[in-house]
């Protein structure tokens, strides 16, 4: 299949952008222990948005993988995992913050580093949605590709080492126009002492048409629902 369009992002850089439905969005990690951090809005009305709780309690999932389709506040599929070299993706620890950063990696700032500066996950976050007239009161949990978290007796959170191995890839597909903010900058929980420097390709593909027999949409009567609900909203704004 042709590539639309493609771009690597490098450690700690930003990017978002508008993405009509039928796409495959491809993700490569081009080294071991990437972390790609993730928030997800319908274009046409920025106000739903992907919802975690909602994603992982329809599909009794506590991460991400083929399959599952990544849920709004409306019970809409927003978009699907299609394809999948890992075992799932991690859905519960959010993003790194200025001050987070600063504390595990030392201080950096752009007036002392200039470009080189280590970035957070948030701040990265909140640049991006300014361009789209929002702010960081529109913030939500992220899903964070590559990195997968476990959990043991005591509820504690356990951050898998050496899970993302390189040349791993996962490919989304979008059920409707979306807009997508991206992250490359750490796993709040990697226990990494210096700061990750895994490259990302991304790249944009066209998607064939959804049949009765598609995986995704088949995987459970809750992902069906999901798409339903999509393919009513689709419908009604023919799109």
Not at 143 to 165: Q, T, V
Request: with cysteine; proline share 4%; charged share 25%.
């Amino acid at each position: 299949m042709n590539i639309i369009w493609n771009k690597t992002l490098a450690p700690g850089d930003r990017w978002s952008g508008n993405i009509c439905k039928g796409r495959l969005i491809k993700f490569t990690s081009l080294g071991e222990g990437a972390n790609l951090s993730m928030l997800m809005y319908n274009f046409r009305n920025l106000s739903e948005h992907y919802n975690a709780p909602d994603t992982m309690k329809a599909q009794h999932s506590f991460f991400l993988k083929k399959g599952h389709v990544i849920i709004s506040d409306c019970g809409r599929a927003l978009a699907s995992i299609v394809e999948d070299d890992l075992d799932g993706h991690d859905t519960a620890t959010g993003y790194t913050t200025r001050i987070m950063t600063d504390k595990k990696y030392g201080f950096t700032s752009y007036q002392k580093d200039g470009n080189d500066y280590l970035k957070s996950g948030q701040e990265n976050f909140i640049n991006e949605l300014t361009k789209n007239g929002m702010s960081k009161r529109d913030l939500m949990p992220s899903i964070n590709l590559f990195s997968k978290i476990d959990a043991d007796e005591r509820g504690n959170l356990i951050f898998i080492k050496d899970y993302c191995p390189k040349e791993a890839s996962v490919t989304i597909r979008t059920e409707m126009d979306v807009y997508i903010v991206l992250s490359n900058t750490p796993n709040p929980l990697d226990e990494k002492k210096e700061y990750p420097s895994v490259p990302i390709k991304i790249e944009i593909l066209n998607a064939p048409p959804i049949d009765g027999l598609d995986y995704c949409v088949n995987y459970s009567k809750y992902t069906r629902r999901a798409f339903e609900n999509t393919w009513e909203y689709n419908t009604l704004l023919g799109i």
